[in-house]
């Protein structure tokens, strides 16, 4: 077969164009034979498990023409396989990967581990160590009691539908190709408007940017102002996904307790003087559900003027307050410019649509479109353009009033079935604010346990405890009422009883 060695000349590696074989490669320049390197490529692929048992391979004939060999060569490596058990031939059908191979080898394709990847020594960077082996939560958000599920079997798709069409069928422009990093225009501008008339944000559209998610935010201002070793205040206990972005910049995570009052600036200061930023949730206190208190607000402002830090207001779920309007947000009370207000659209609407968005101070515009830029220049464009529509023609308030109504009435019920049936053992009270409340433990009961046992049961329950950083002796649940409806309440709350009081004995 030497008389092929010039194609190889031309191309010393050849890929066939086989989907399942694609990282299938030939080295004409290698001191192994031609046959055997096919051979040894293609029983990797079945011990690995990209070439499944009862895989049909491409025919002796176009295998050698995608990779420019001799169909001998092919021949003879298909020969090799047959005989070691590997590969079995149809007659008029073709070649197969055989589906009776030994055990010790589907054990090896099933495994899910990569060959010869054994346990090892990795350097990683302080942004990447914290995460190595914490895997990422499977669990399904749409289960009943999940906090921050809204009640999606009532917003109107049929109306955000037409807007989406309405954009689609004949599509401007900027929407297609010259977006900007910042978002869409109309959608800013609906924005500032929205924020302004409803939680009293001081702001112009230039100042908006919108962004895949409100965590896209926080992690642009925790990168913005802390630089790796800084120390940066959260609440405690607070939102994980602060501290894993305080986590990811490389910057010190410093919990500060909360109280009746919300955030407290002294026990800030007494734990870290020095904080390049603070991230806190001011209007619903996020897990305990506090409003923080307008003096503590303005001494925060104060002690942000004087040191020359900055503040990240995170207003997650300020729509939903059920006695009086929604509380000023604290952006709107400053006055020097060092509040960054972070908001999303998934509590009021859907979490998959992916959007969020930040007001940030005008002389840090370019700062933080640039850092936007980095990431992935920007958030889709035709649902900006239907969401800007959503809020200037009114669904979006129409939405919020109408389950504003429908979550004060799943939360008392939900209360009503906690107190009838597990009044005994647990603490609850209903919220002032927001989607969920909190069902506190007596101390000997495990929190994790009850989530855990709740997961098996098809609820999507959060421990308290795993919102706190510093040891505590708090337990509790919790339990998001806005997107369960008040029929399946009765049934489920049978459910979480039976699973606490299977732990209280």
Known sequence: MGHFKPLYRVAMSRRLKN???????????SPVSLHQQLFLALRQAILDGRLKPGTRLPSSRSMAID?????????????????????????????????????????????????????????????????KGKSLSSQKRSLPFSPGLPALEVFPFDDWAR???????????????????????????????????????RCHADQVIIL??????????????????????????????????????????????????????????ERAPDARLACISPSHQYPLGQTMSLARRLDLLNWAKEAGRFILED????????????????????????????????????????????????????????????????????????LADFISEGYLAGHVRRTRLMYEARQKCLVSQLQEKLGDIIMVAPQESGMHLIAYLPPHISDTE????????GMLVRALSGFYNLPTNKTGLLLGFAGTPEKEMPQLVDKLAKIIRSKAM
């Not at 924020?195 to 944000?201: N, P, S």
């Not at 609440?235 to 919300?262: C, N, Q, T």
């Open 450 to 457: 009850v989530e855990r046992d709740a997961a098996d049961a």
């Open 315 to 386: 207003d997650y779920d300020s729509e939903y307050r059920y006695s009086g309007r929604p509380l000023s947000s604290l952006q709107g009370l400053d006055d020097d410019n060092r509040v960054l207000y972070v908001g999303t659209m998934s509590k009021v609407m859907f979490s998959g649509l992916r959007v969020g968005y930040m007001i940030v101070p005008e002389d840090l515009v370019d700062v933080f479109l640039a850092l936007r830029r980095n990431i992935d220049s920007h958030s889709p464009s035709i649902p900006e353009a239907a």
């Open 67 to 131: 990779l420019k060999i001799s169909r001998n060569t092919v021949l003879s490596a298909f020969d090799q396989l047959m005989a070691e058990g590997y590969l079995v031939s149809r007659v008029g059908a073709g070649s197969y990967v055989s589906d009776q191979l030994p055990d010790d080898l589907l054990q090896r394709k099933t495994d899910g581990h990569a060959p010869g990847l054994h346990t090892r020594e990795i350097y990683l960077s302080k942004m990447a160590a914290p995460f």
């Open 19 to 29: 989907a399942q074989l694609q990282t299938l490669t030939l080295d004409a320049d």
């Open 212 to 269: 895949s998610g409100s965590q896209q935010a926080i992690h642009l201002v925790v990168r913005a102002f802390a630089e790796p070793g800084d120390a940066v205040w959260m609440e405690e206990p607070g939102y994980p996904g602060i501290r894993d972005s305080i986590l990811s910049a490389g910057a010190v995570p410093i919990s500060v307790p909360v109280d009746d009052e919300g955030f407290s600036l002294e026990r800030a200061i």
């Open 163 to 201: 807007l989406l069409a309405r954009h689609w069928r004949r599509p401007d422009q900027e929407y297609l190709v010259d977006n900007p990093v910042g978002g869409a225009k109309i959608l800013r501008e609906v924005l500032a408007s929205y924020l302004g008339q409803t939680r009293a944000v």
